[in-house]
């Protein structure tokens, strides 16, 4: 007994030991993606059995392409996912049109236990048992010598006269549930729509079934809604809790004189509801699939042999615009401001298709590490996720550059991967600054340079600081104008700046200063400003802080004159401010005059406040909401760059002040 029981657990260690984790693919028909396939039959005969493969959209190419690449026969079990089709008026996936779109697919021997989500498809074909269809656009569906085929939340519209929507033969216990199943209306009632023929246990349940005909035999239709349809044969058939719709142009269907089958078995089964107003039974609005929702009020609520509403759209079921069993990422932008030295700034949009909520993700720049190594994001989980993410992008070359994102749901299902180009600026490279040169004058009018004096440079560098000590000996007393230009190594020359420049006679020992007065905007006469005393004799340089509570925020003039110890009264001072609103000053979390970077990363530490984790906001709460979110992240990205002196205007000089703090613009220097 000892040794057979050792012999058990060796060879169990042996089984554990050859298990192999399942590897997830990329494909994507771009030749610039960071995919690990541009061709899906290349990825199917690389992947090994029980790999996923991740199909990317590539409706943005010639179909002739994609059939191309998009051609496979799946020998192995795989599962591969599409990024889901959408139609026109599907919410909240309406701004998604780009699709994976495949030609031909074919399942054969060796593919048993196969899934395949979320693409859209020209013609598909299950020759092998196990395997699983749901959430696709498919045009021509065949199960031929399968068993066991499970056909689910599928749109199957037939848009070429030559091929059959759902064909269904030699096969057994096909499961066809919750799909809407169409001829395109310009091909009329009269192309064939369903062909079930030698395919036992076939069941097609909660499904709705719009124009065209069908030959039918054997199967049990229940819970399923016909519109605009009839059959060409239904021997064997059972049907139960259908719906049948009555149409204006076509014979009514099911009469029982006009069809070379008995269709007793509709009209007899007192649970199946015939001659029913399409009119009061469906939306009829919206989307292709979404128009063929039941009304509240419709006969169909309630009414399924499982207590749910007859048709496609049942809670688990069917879901608008389709979809795979994978959430998708159906929105990625890079802003375009031009910080990107240091951080790349994205948002982005993720919905999960079924029942799970988007529970994480990660994003990569240029090589994708593979499918859960990236990056991660810090996300708050649900349906619905709007996001926001800051990638540090300082080590990054000039240049054009990817930047990829996907998530994950709660069941660890990946999207497919959303890629997105952005391209970094050089620096401009900047001349040399050479020389300036000033010329003085009494008049207003163009500087004659000519007779400039020049100053050489001192750093030969791109950025230069000059002193000019002006020498005005024999000037007389009165107004002069001081005209500059700066010289660049190459001999380029800048624009003039012009400054005026009053000379005085010397009048002897000045008199001492009792003090400032200021107001904003609009004189109040000569000692009605607010005053601000000092003792510095005749001569101040310093510091003076203005109380700016009251002030609007926006621009303002801030005057300022100063008056001597006799009573007389300065020429008064002009300077332009600008009172910002606190919300600068909540973002600037460490109050050095700028919102840059280390601004980003202490709102990004109380992003998602309040929680449990942090109960109160510490900072970050531009809009005084109460909470650190995307709001607050959208206006931290409008005051990036920003400083005190920028806000100004010029940058060059200027004042900025918060009224709600009480502090205020500080000036220095002047008499």
């Known amino acids: 007994m000892k040794i057979k029981l050792n012999i058990v657990l060796a060879l169990a260690g042996v089984v554990l030991a050859c298990t192999t984790q399942a590897s997830t693919w990329r494909v994507n028909i771009n030749p610039s993606s960071t995919a690990d396939f541009q061709s899906l039959q290349t990825a199917v005969n690389s992947a090994a059995p029980g790999d996923i493969l991740l199909v990317e959209a590539n409706s943005g190419f010639a179909s002739e392409v994609y059939f191309d690449f998009f051609n496979a026969i799946i020998d192995k079990p795989l599962e591969i996912y599409g990024s889901g089709y959408f139609l026109a008026a599907n919410y909240p996936t309406a701004n998604v049109t780009d699709e994976a779109l495949c030609g031909s697919i074919q399942f054969v021997a060796g593919a048993e236990n196969s899934k395949i989500s979320g693409l859209s498809i020209q013609n598909l074909e299950v020759n092998c048992d196990f395997v699983e269809v749901s959430g696709n656009r498919i045009e021509a569906c065949v199960v031929n010598g399968a068993n066991n085929t499970l056909v689910q939340r599928n749109f199957i519209e037939n848009n070429s006269a030559g091929s059959v929507a759902l064909t269904v033969q030699l096969s057994s216990d096909t499961q066809i549930q919750f799909n809407i199943i169409s001829n395109n209306p310009l091909l009329g009632t009269g192309a064939l729509l369903m062909q079930i023929e030698n395919a036992a246990n076939t069941v097609v349940d909660h499904c709705t079934i719009v124009n065209g005909e069908s030959i039918t035999q054997g199967v049990l239709f229940m819970n399923s809604i016909f519109h605009l349809h009839s059959f060409m044969d239904l021997a064997g058939c059972v049907f139960q809790s259908n719906i049948f719709t009555f149409g204006t142009d076509v014979v009514t269907p099911f009469d029982p004189s006009g069809l070379p089958n008995d269709a007793s078995p509709i009209y007899n089964d007192p649970t199946n509801f015939t001659e029913v107003d399409p009119a009061g039974l469906f939306v009829l609005t919206g989307s292709p699939d979404g128009q063929y929702q039941v009304q509240t009020t419709s006969v169909a609520v309630g009414n399924a042999n499982d207590g749910t509403d007859i048709g496609a759209f049942v809670i688990g079921g069917y879901h608008v615009g389709g979809g795979g069993s994978i959430p998708i990422v159906t929105f990625l932008q890079v802003s375009p401001d031009s910080y990107w030295t240091y951080l790349l700034p994205a948002t982005y949009t993720a919905v999960s298709t079924d029942q799970t909520d988007v529970h994480g993700g990660e994003y990569f720049i240029d090589a994708d590490p593979g499918v859960g190594v990236a990056i991660s ?36 299902a ?44 001192t750093q030969d560098s791109d950025l230069e600081e000059f002193t000019i000590n002006y020498d005005f000996t024999g000037m007389q007393p009165g107004v002069y104008f001081v005209s500059m230009r700066v010289y660049d190594a190459q001999g380029g020359e800048s624009v003039t700046y012009r400054s005026q420049l009053l000379v005085e006679e010397d009048e002897g020992p000045l008199p001492v200063l009792a003090g400032f007065e200021y107001f904003l905007d609009v004189d109040p006469g000569y000692g009605g400003g607010t005053f601000l005393p000092v003792s510095s004799g005749d001569l101040f340089d310093g510091e003076l802080q203005f109380e700016l509570v009251d002030a609007n925020p926006g621009p303002h003039v801030l005057y300022l004159r100063n008056q001597d110890e006799f009573g007389a009264w300065s020429v008064s001072y002009a300077h332009d401010i600008v009172v910002v609103d606190e919300m600068f000053f909540v973002l600037d ?83």
Do not use: K, M
């Open 377 to 412: 994001l810090t996300l708050t989980a649900g349906p619905q996720v709007d996001g926001f993410l800051a990638a540090d992008i300082s080590g990054l070359t000039p240049g054009v550059h990817v930047l990829g994102l996907r998530v994950v749901n709660d069941d660890g």
């Open 414 to 457: 990946w999207s497919t991967t959303h890629e997105t180009t952005f391209e970094i600026q050089p620096d401009p490279v900047l001349p040399t600054v050479a020389s300036l040169a000033y010329v003085i004058s009494n008049d207003a009018g163009a500087a004659n340079f000519s007779a400039a004096i020049p100053v050489d440079a």
């Open 589 to 671: 979390q460490n109050n050095d005059c700028n919102i840059d970077v280390a601004d980003l990363l202490l709102l990004l530490a109380d992003y998602g406040c309040p929680n449990a984790g942090a109960p109160v906001c510490d900072g970050g709460d531009a809009n005084g909401d109460g909470a650190v979110n995307s709001s607050d992240v959208l206006l931290f990205l409008g005051l990036f760059g920003q400083s005190c002196d920028s806000l100004y205007g010029d940058g060059t000089s200027g004042g900025i002040a918060n009224p709600s703090s009480g502090q205020g613009s500080t000036l220095g220097g002047g008499n």
